[in-house]
Every structure is written in structure tokens, then in C-alpha cells.
């Protein structure tokens, strides 16, 4: 089981990497020869995915065009660059790339449980709580701002210590596994698929991102050259409804969403169960409330030099799309 776990993940990884620098310009919706196209990011099929198995775009009258991408940094890349006209990510990475001076705007608000994100530790490490991390090194999947950064950040300032009381350091998740598969890593700051790994290779779950230890909070933003043009901006309008009605397709049928993954994305059947349980499920309007929870994100994280400059998050949204 644990080798299979571990083959599943790397196999991932692997595809991931392949469809990091593809597009498909085929689009799952039926057009009325519009000349209307919305070319939508992705990462590893997540939304293509999601919409196709569950049909949502069905009747819609534009183009859609997925651009696919390894992870947010690179699809935020393409976004600045004019090859996507949307992004999407959990709510630090968007924040990273606006703090980077990429032109976007946020424009829906995604929402999950926070609970796919979690410190793992070896089950031999003598680490029991959170206070037990003080001078301990902390391995954090997978670059600098991530959401498990973000979890970890907050933990510490939760149980009274500061983010100066633990040695952090940076590693892709595949190379993170193996360390930790070899007993090199005795504390894993991951998330998904690879928090699902480590637990069957000797690893322990030290806390999750459940009860608002992370906001659960990701999302959707588009270009703002997109947002100028008006009928990318009605697509996109649309788009975002339907895709809240997929979200909510995959919340209700999660085994045919599992076995829509297994088929699009080549990935183990354990992997898609695992994905699959950690989705988004819903696509929320961006809200005063929205804005100030992931706003306190941006400040814990700018307090402690992780995200440098500071994001005045309600000021990067575009509420106009989604009400």
C-alpha cells in the first residue's frame, strides 16, 4: 500500500510536469460560431476536469481554451504575460503574485474545508503538540508562500511561538516525500495527495487546516486586460456560474468525480479518491467577509517577511461578476 501510494504520487508529479507548458485549445463547450474565446488557466486538469464530468458547460455560447500548468507561480506567469485570461489558487499564492505585481483581479471566491493541508511528522519523532516544534527544522512543501506555509505560520502563532522558532525549509513535494519516506523529515508542512502519503509512510498527523487554522479560501482572478474587454468579461461572468454548479456536482458525486480523474489525468484510483475529497465545492461572491479573513492571511504572513509587499486584498477584487 505504501509503495503504491508513493509510485501514485510521484506518477503525479510527473504528469503534472507534462502538461505544465501545453494548452488545449479544444473547448468542452458548444458554440453558436461566436468568436468569443476565454482561455481559462489550469493546473493538472483540476477545472477541465470538474467541468467535463460534469457537463456544465453544456449550451454556453463562447469558446473556452484551458491553459495548463504545473502550479499557481508559473500559471500567474502566463496570466501576466497574456497567454491565460484567468488564474486560480489557494488564497496566498494569489496573494503572492499581486504582492508581485501581477494585474489581476479576484473575481470568485472558492471555498473547502482547509482540512487537505497538514503538518505531518514522522510517527518516531517525539514531537506530540505544536509547542514540541520549537527548534525543530520544518519541511515546507513547496515554495515560499504556500498554504501549508500559511498553516504552519499560524499554528505556531496560535500556540504562543513565533515563526522564528523553527527552521524552515523549502522542498518540491516529490523530494519532500522521499526524505520523508527515508526518515530524513521528521516534520512536513504539505498538503493533498502527498499529506494522504506521508500519513501511510510512517507519518503522523500533527494538525490540519480544519476549524480555520487555514481560511479554506482560494480564488478565481482574471487578467485585467480580460476585464476590459467586454465580451470576455460576460463570458467569464458566465463561466464562474457554471462552474459553481460543477463544484457542486463534485461535492455530490464524488465517486464519478474520483473515477472522472482516474480517466483524465492517468492518476491511481487511491490518488483520485484523495483529490477528489479535497476539492473546492463551492464558487462564493467575493464579500466584505471574504476580503477580511484572507486579508488577516496577508498580514500574519507580510508580519513575518513571507509576503513582502503587503496586498490590501478588498482593493484587488472585482466584485461586478459574481453577486
Known amino acids: ?87 486560480y489558487s489557494a488564497d496566498l499564492p494569489a496573494l503572492q503574485a499581486l504582492s508581485g505585481g501581477v494585474q489581476v483581479k479576484n473575481v470568485a471566491a472558492l471555498k473547502n474545508d482547509g482540512r487537505h493541508v497538514g503538518l505531518v511528522v514522522r510517527e518516531d519523532s517525539g514531537i506530540d503538540s505544536v509547542k514540541d516544534l520549537k527548534g525543530q527544522k520544518v519541511v515546507v512543501s513547496s515554495a515560499k508562500g504556500s498554504v501549508s506555509e500559511y498553516l504552519l505560520a499560524n499554528v505556531l502563532k496560535q500556540n504562543g511561538l513565533s515563526y522564528k522558532d523553527v527552521k524552515v525549509q523549502y522542498l518540491l513535494p516529490t523530494d519532500a516525500q522521499a526524505a520523508f519516506a527515508s526518515g530524513k ?19 503522523r498527523l500533527l494538525v490540519d487546516g480544519g476549524d480555520g487554522r487555514v481560511s479554506g479560501i482560494g480564488f478565481i482572478n482574471a487578467s ?22 460543477a ?49 488577516g492571511v496577508a498580514d500574519l504572513m507580510n508580519g513575518i517577511g513571507v509576503l513582502e509587499p503587503n496586498v490590501d486584498v478588498a482593493e484587488s477584487a472585482d466584485t461586478s461578476l459574481l453577486k
Open 1 to 87: 500500500m505504501i509503495r503504491r501510494l508513493a509510485t501514485a504520487a510521484l506518477s503525479l508529479t510527473t504528469l503534472l510536469a507534462l502538461t505544465a507548458c501545453g494548452a488545449d485549445s479544444s473547448a468542452d463547450a458548444s458554440t453558436d460560431g461566436g468568436q468569443v474565446t476565454l482561455t481559462v488557466g489550469d493546473q493538472a486538469k483540476t477545472l477541465q476536469t470538474i467541468v467535463a464530468a460534469s457537463d456544465a458547460l453544456k449550451g454556453a455560447k463562447y469558446q473556452v481554451k484551458w491553459a495548463e500548468f504545473e502550479g499557481a507561480a508559473p500559471l500567474y506567469q502566463a496570466v501576466q504575460a497574456g497567454a491565460a485570461d484567468t488564474g
Open 185 to 203: 523529515i521528521k516534520v512536513w508542512a504539505t498538503f493533498g495527495v502527498y499529506q494522504a502519503v506521508g500519513l501511510e509512510q510512517g507519518g
Open 224 to 245: 485585467e486586460t480580460a476585464l476590459a474587454d467586454s465580451s470576455k468579461k460576460t463570458a467569464l461572468a458566465d463561466f464562474l456560474k457554471r462552474l459553481g454548479t
Open 247 to 295: 463544484l457542486e456536482w463534485t461535492s455530490t458525486h464524488q465517486d464519478a468525480y474520483a473515477a472522472a480523474i482516474e480517466q483524465r489525468n492517468g492518476a491511481d484510483a487511491s490518488v483520485a479518491r484523495t483529490l477528489a475529497s479535497a476539492a473546492y465545492s463551492k464558487v462564493l461572491p467575493i464579500t466584505p467577509g471574504v476580503n477580511r479573513t484572507v486579508q
